[in-house]
């Protein structure tokens, strides 16, 4: 066996690779990073890349063959469907069975104690639950049914949202709503298609979302724990710790430092190699993808909304944004976008909104609400 196997190097460099992947699909298209190198990185590999690829496609196999790989990849990534969806579960419950194959057997042991397997399964159910009920709830959709009802949920702030049809749909728009182009349907308080849930995240599931994230990350954050705690064991398992001394394929003695020890390691456990790495790479991601969630939540706003506040932004620094009385009289205040051009004509009692904070948020109900 030799200190540091060609093959294994490889294979966790190929999961690196992965693993940022999966880090741009999760991160990208998040406002918060709008205008960063991760969004940008985002669009590289989601836009940039696939219209090179097709403007190469086109000049080597022609146009017709080129749109007609456009069309699958349209009806592949374009619209709901359980691919992603499936690739994740497979690599959930892959990592699983890693998990149960070579990190089990070693708890307890002089790291971590055998009541910690209460925690582990409580975590792992309550992560494997939530996911199920975020998949399998319905996430708000507006139909002729219920769109009377679905208008009566929240009223319309003339801010954000205003009373109007959707063009898709042809009905009415309730407030909050957003027809998803993947879904081909209007969603309460929409907050974004998710590729991994095969849904969207609106009304009726978002506190399932934000109960999965919330415990993925956990899952996350104890897994890395609870597998280099097992690392460590081995290392004293395999008689590698304390300054060990193995021989190289020449015969020569080598003197393990920990780095060495736990690379020697990762040659003889090469699953497990692969899923402390995938472990290393995710939690972060996950990590500031649910932080990014839970914030924009108990602030009162969705992530689809967090444009909408964007752009209110930059209309209070353009000076256009007024707290707008109809007469002189008028009991409340209600907060208008008015133009340059239209302002020397409204004679309406205003005051200009010099802040953001300024602008109330009528869908704000305090954090706990929110949450």
């Not at 300054?243 to 390691?265: N, R, T």
């Not at 290393?280 to 914030?295: E, K, S």
């Not at 200009?352 to 954090?367: A, C, E, F, T």
Request: hydrophobic letters at 45%.
């Amino acid at each position: 066996m030799s200190v540091w196997s060609f093959t294994v190097f490889w294979v966790l460099a190929a999961l690196g690779v992965f693993g940022l992947w999966v880090t741009l699909l999760i991160l990208g298209p998040n406002r918060m990073f709008r205008g960063t190198a991760v969004e940008r990185a985002y669009f590289a590999v989601t836009e940039t890349l696939p219209e090179a690829l097709e403007r190469w496609m086109r000049s080597g196999v022609g146009d017709a063959l080129a749109a007609r790989a456009e069309r699958v990849w349209n009806a592949l990534f374009g619209r709901r469907n359980p691919i992603i969806q499936t690739f994740g579960v497979v690599l959930y419950w892959t990592g699983l069975a890693v998990f149960f194959a070579q990190v089990a057997p070693y708890i307890p042991n002089r790291y971590v104690a055998s009541w910690q397997w209460v925690p582990i399964g409580a975590t792992l159910a309550a992560n494997i639950g939530s996911y199920i009920a975020a998949c399998a709830a319905d996430p708000g959709v507006v139909t002729a049914e219920n769109v009377d009802t679905a208008c009566q949920v929240f009223g319309y702030d003339h801010l954000l949202y205003f009373e109007r049809d959707c063009r898709t749909c042809l009905q009415r728009k309730p407030a909050r709503s957003k027809h998803c182009s993947a879904c081909r349907r209007c969603v309460q308080m929409v907050d974004h298609h998710c590729i991994w849930l095969n849904n969207c995240v609106g009304l009726g599931n978002a506190r399932w979302f934000l109960c999965f994230l919330a415990t993925f990350s956990i899952v996350c954050v104890y897994g890395t724990y609870l597998v280099g705690t097992v690392i460590l064991e081995l290392r004293h398992v395999h008689g590698l710790a304390d300054g060990a001394v193995i021989w190289d394929e020449l015969g020569e003695p080598v003197q393990l430092s920990f780095k060495s020890s736990v690379l020697y390691l990762f040659d003889g456990y090469p699953l497990l190699a692969v899923l402390f790495v995938l472990l290393l790479v995710l939690t972060p991601a996950i990590g500031i993808f649910t932080a990014y969630q839970l914030r924009i939540t108990a602030l009162g706003y969705t992530s689809n909304e967090e444009t909408k506040w964007l752009n209110i932004s930059d209309a209070v620094n353009d000076g256009v944004v007024f707290a707008v009385r109809d007469h002189e009289d008028a009991p409340h205040e209600t907060i208008q976008v008015i133009e340059k051009e239209d302002q020397t004509d409204d004679a309406r009692p205003r005051r200009p909104i010099s802040h953001l904070r300024h602008v109330p948020n009528m869908y704000d109900r305090g954090p706990w609400l929110n949450l």
